[in-house]
């Protein structure tokens, strides 16, 4: 069974940090192509940013370029979002998700065809 379990998310003030984590299980994850994606309220989904299996180069959406940083850890099965200076307009829930196809590196769309986890939730406010 394919497993994607998020957890680090939390309550942070403007211009804090938060780590996020995502423990995978059940597919061939170092072959994977891996990503975050988040969901502001009343929003819909949005990338954040991708990874390829090997773990470069890492694509970001254009607001969190500079502050967020992903990285993988294949031997233990580990995706990583690292969230620096962080705004209110990051407040949402965040979720890890892995591409499809034969070998784990089509992105579907829209976006929300891609299996994700059940999400973090990331709140920043003062």
């Known amino acids: 069974e394919v497993q994607l379990v998020e957890s680090g998310g939390g309550l942070v003030q403007p211009g804090g940090s938060l780590r996020l984590s995502c423990a995978a299980s059940?597919?061939?994850?170092?072959?994977?192509?891996m990503g975050w994606v988040r969901q502001a309220p009343g929003k819909g989904l949005e990338w954040v940013s991708r990874i390829n299996n090997i773990g470069n180069p890492p694509w970001y959406e254009d607001s969190v370029q500079g502050r967020f940083t992903i990285s993988r850890d294949n031997s233990k099965k580990t995706l990583y979002l690292q969230l620096n200076s962080l705004k209110t307009e990051d407040t949402a829930m965040y979720y890890c998700v892995k591409a499809t196809g034969p070998f784990g590196r089509t992105w579907a769309e829209p976006l929300e065809n891609n299996f994700r986890g059940q999400g973090t939730q990331v709140t920043v406010s003062s």
């Open positions: 059940g597919f061939l994850f170092d072959d994977t192509y």
